[in-house]
């Protein structure tokens, strides 16, 4: 069945360092893919998205390009803030309409 | 614009007892998605609807889960009788369009946090 895989956390980074979260995922057919972003306090809410190979979704200082070749959607940040600190999901949806989500990484920025 | 609307918050129950949980979407979306979320995991779908109808129930315990969207707005998901292991947050969504149509993106709601002793 589909999966996503999602680096494990947690992550603790400095404020301006360079974030990566990796994802890869299993699924037939060609899902699109998600990142979402649960702040603390906060429901679960869209950060990015790509709907095919080599598309590239960004938002708010993130990316993360399609990649089929590896199957993997990574979350990237140049330069990360303390109010990044968050819980990242990955997810993806087929075409027949399934959704399914990673673990989650718990991001925690420091000053 | 309102976002997704979840009732109750919080629940406790024992284990066996019945619990239901309610959800209200945005207006106009077409789509309705409930989740299970248990601590440290991701959210797990339990059911997918478009308007009243079911677009995937297959990770639904059916023996104990059951939901309902009746006229295609709000919904209800109902555990009957509930286990331990029903301890969770439980997610509602929802989306103009089908997943992994083009209109995808999910709102979600706050969550239901249910605790069963």
């Known amino acids: 069945g589909d999966s996503v895989t999602q680096m494990e956390g947690p992550v603790t980074l400095s404020e301006e360092a360079f974030l990566t979260i990796n994802c890869t995922y299993t699924a037939t057919g060609y899902p699109s893919l998600f990142w979402y972003v649960q702040y603390p306090g906060e429901g679960l809410q869209l950060l990015l998205k790509a709907t095919k190979a080599d598309d590239k979704g960004s ?3 993130f990316e993360a390009t399609y990649r089929k070749e590896t199957t993997s959607f990574h979350l990237e940040k140049g330069s990360v803030q303390v109010s990044d600190s968050a819980v990242y999901f990955c997810a993806l949806s087929t075409n027949a309409g399934k959704s399914t989500f990673g673990d989650g990484t718990t991001l925690t920025v420091k000053p | ?5 979840q009732s109750p918050r919080y629940k406790i129950i024992e284990k066996r007892q019945s619990v239901a949980f309610w959800c209200n979407p945005i207006s106009g979306h077409a789509t ?5 979320q248990i601590l440290g995991q991701g959210p797990k779908l339990l059911i997918q609807f478009q308007n009243n ?8 315990p059916k023996d104990r889960f059951s939901a309902e969207r009746l006229k295609g707005v709000d919904s209800t998901l109902k555990i009957q009788p509930a286990k331990l292991e029903d301890s969770a947050v439980y997610l509602c969504a929802s989306s103009l369009g089908l997943a992994g149509g083009d209109l995808d993106e999910q709102f979600f709601g706050p969550g239901t946090r249910l605790t069963v002793l």
């Open chain 1, 59 to 61: 938002n708010k200082g």
């Open chain 2, 32 to 36: 309705l998605y409930w989740y299970q």
């Open chain 2, 1 to 5: 614009e309102a976002g997704v609307a």
């Open chain 2, 53 to 60: 109808g079911v677009v995937d129930d297959s990770q639904l």
